[in-house]
T-cell receptor, first 109, second 116 residues
Framework: SQQGEEDPQALSIQEGENATMNCSYKTSINNLQWYRQNSGRGLVHLILIRSNEREKHSGRLRVTLDTSKKSSSLLITASRAADTASYFCAPEYGNKLVFGAGTILRVKS | NAGVTQTPKFQVLKTGQSMTLQCAQD?????MSWYRQDPGMGLRLIHY???????DQGEVPNGYNVSRSTTEDFPLRLLSAAPSQTSVYFC???????????????FGSGTRLTVV
């Protein structure tokens, strides 16, 4: 399978703390994307990092990509209760975007 | 409102029935995809399309058909529903990759399908 694999499966933190989620994948990619899903809803695109990029920022989000280790991480700084959601990494191979099982993030206020 | 529209939002089918899940987008996106999401799992790609008249299989295509006669619409057909097809189905679309690279997908709100 070419799916990404997220780690940890679940993460519980206090409001204001940082949350880090990791993703590993198997073969060469065009890019890697991160999505958020609030309970029972559709996915929302957060950030895309291309295979020739190493780090990207968007607001409180920071994504890194290490193609030699086939891994990526998503850092959410100064978390808020509204960040509670499932987060998915999605490596893209050719025209196929495949998803991992996700990390469930719970931010306690 | 611009976006991806999926209909119906909920559907119950009997085993062996057929039906079509509708997906329409008004953003002139060339790329469209269908995913299914089962409890505790990520999304699995069923079929995708990179433009009108072009479709290809994803990870779990068996039991599903698609066609892409227009840029706007990408219907998913269940040929003979089975309980294993009980799932939430998501349609997504995005622009074709350009000189500046790739784009993220816009997702619909999903169709919850139960096959009894």
């Amino acid at each position: 399978s070419q799916q990404g694999e997220e780690d940890p499966q679940a993460l519980s933190i206090q409001e204001g703390e940082n949350a880090t989620m990791n993703c590993s994948y198997k073969t060469s990619i065009n890019n890697l994307q991160w999505y958020r899903q609030n309970s029972g809803r559709g996915l929302v695109h957060l950030i895309l990092i291309r295979s020739n990029e190493r780090e990207k920022h968007s607001g409180r989000l920071r994504v890194t990509l290490d193609t030699s280790k086939k891994s990526s991480s998503l850092l959410i700084t100064a978390s808020r209760a509204a960040d509670t959601a499932s987060y998915f990494c999605a490596p893209e191979y050719g025209n196929k975007l495949v998803f991992g099982a996700g990390t469930i993030l719970r931010v306690k206020s | 409102n611009a976006g991806v529209t999926q209909t119906p939002k909920f559907q119950v089918l009997k085993t062996g029935q057929s039906m079509t899940l509708q997906c329409a987008q008004d953003m002139n996106h060339e790329y469209m995809s269908w995913y299914r999401q089962d409890p505790g799992m990520g999304l699995r790609l069923i079929h995708y399309s990179v433009g009108a008249g072009i479709t290809d299989q994803g990870e779990v295509p068996n039991g599903y058909n698609v066609s892409r006669s227009t840029t706007e619409d990408f219907p998913l057909r269940l040929l003979s529903a089975a309980p294993s097809q009980t799932s939430v189905y998501f349609c997504a679309s995005r622009r074709r990759p350009g000189p500046t690279g790739y784009y993220g997908y816009t997702f619909g709100s999903g169709t919850r399908l139960t096959v009894v």
